[in-house]
Antibody, heavy 122, light 113 residues
Framework: QLQLQESGPGLVKPSETLSLTCTVSGGSIRSNSYYWGWIRQPPGKGLEWIGTIYYSGTTYYNPSLKSRVTISVDTSKNQFSLKLSSVTAADTAVYYC??????????????WGQGTLVTVSS | DIVMTQSPDSLAVSLGERATINCKSSQSVLYSSNNKNYLAWYQQKPGQPPKLLIYWASTRESGVPDRFSGSGSGTDFTLTISGLQAEDVAVYYCQQHYSSPPTFGQGTKLEIK
């Protein structure tokens, strides 16, 4: 059974860079034609798609975050990562790593990690 | 971006009754070349990640009870829960994946009356 697990600091200072890693188990990040990505949810609010990456390195980003986001992949560790720079309190959210259900960078999601709360505060 | 608007924002339904949640997209999410609506529905319970319920607007994900059904085409979609059970209390989201960035509705909170 495929499992995704987020890891990283739960507290980030304003203006610094948020860094998270997602470890995939129960399957290879190189297998099939799926994309791997990040979705976030501010406390008590809705879902926002951040972006996805293919194991080859092809990425798709939400234009609203594109200038601050980098998603990368490490196939040797079966992991992918998120970096979000110049964070503010508005970036406080639960961050989910996820797998697309189709071979499209913006497909719907069929597997989700449990999510990790990242708070931006000094 | 395609804007997804759900109605109502919250809904209280008696056990065993039917719950209906609507989702409207700002432009059609029907792809003419394959006649598929690029619309998915998710269920999110407190403290949990969203769970995929429905994709292609009306196809149930494996393991999802058949009391959950999706319908609609183009810009107007509906999630119906027939015979509401206590474990269906959750927030429900629609999502379009017709174009990037994929976008979600604001969510509909379903409670027991």
């Amino acid at each position: 059974q495929l499992q995704l697990q987020e890891s990283g600091p739960g507290l980030v200072k304003p203006s610094e860079t948020l860094s998270l890693t997602c470890t995939v188990s129960g399957g290879s990040i190189r297998s099939n034609s799926y994309y791997w990505g990040w979705i976030r949810q501010p406390p008590g609010k809705g879902l926002e798609w951040i972006g996805t990456i293919y194991y080859s390195g092809t990425t798709y980003y939400n234009p609203s975050l594109k200038s601050r986001v980098t998603i990368s992949v490490d196939t040797s560790k079966n992991q992918f990562s998120l970096k979000l720079s110049s964070v503010t309190a508005a970036d406080t959210a639960v961050y989910y790593c996820a797998k697309t259900a189709l071979s499209s960078g913006w497909s719907f999601t069929d597997y989700w990690g449990q999510g990790t709360l990242v708070t931006v505060s000094s | 971006d395609i804007v997804m608007t759900q109605s109502p924002d919250s809904l209280a339904v008696s056990l065993g009754e039917r719950a209906t949640i609507n989702c409207k997209s700002s432009q059609s999410v029907l792809y003419s070349s394959n006649n598929k609506n690029y619309l998915a529905w998710y269920q999110q319970k407190p403290g949990q990640p969203p769970k995929l319920l429905i994709y292609w607007a009306s196809t149930r994900e494996s393991g999802v009870p058949d009391r959950f059904s999706g319908s609609g085409s183009g810009t107007d979609f509906t999630l119906t829960i027939s015979g509401l059970q206590a474990e269906d209390v959750a927030v429900y989201y629609c999502q379009q994946h017709y174009s990037s960035p994929p976008t979600f509705g604001q969510g509909t909170k379903l409670e027991i009356k």
